[in-house]
């Protein structure tokens, strides 16, 4: 058996090689471990690769410095989704 040699990338498998999220001010975006809060960017730095964004709903509050790699932009489908879960979880 032959080698094709080693992996350059680590990731999963469904992501490897797709263009990484590249967040705009005013975009919604959900952050990894929040769940479904949603967050609105407000600032982005390009050198650091990171942005300001604060909440859309309930407590207003501002966190700055987020790293553009825990950020993910709102879909239609997520969004579907996030109305989905909202709808059906146990109040």
Aim: proline share 2%; glycine share 8%.
């Amino acid at each position: 058996m032959n080698s094709a040699g080693v992996a350059l990338v680590c990731d999963v498998w469904e992501t490897v090689g797709m263009a990484k999220y590249t967040p705009k001010t005013d975009d919604i975006v959900f952050m990894d471990g929040k769940g479904f809060v949603r967050y609105l960017v407000v600032a982005v730095d390009a050198g650091k690769h990171t942005a300001d964004v604060k909440t859309v709903s309930g407590v207003i509050g501002l966190t700055t410095g987020v790293p553009w790699t825990i950020l993910h932009h709102l879909d239609e489908s997520q969004n579907a989704m996030r109305i989905v879960h909202e709808a059906t979880e146990d109040k």
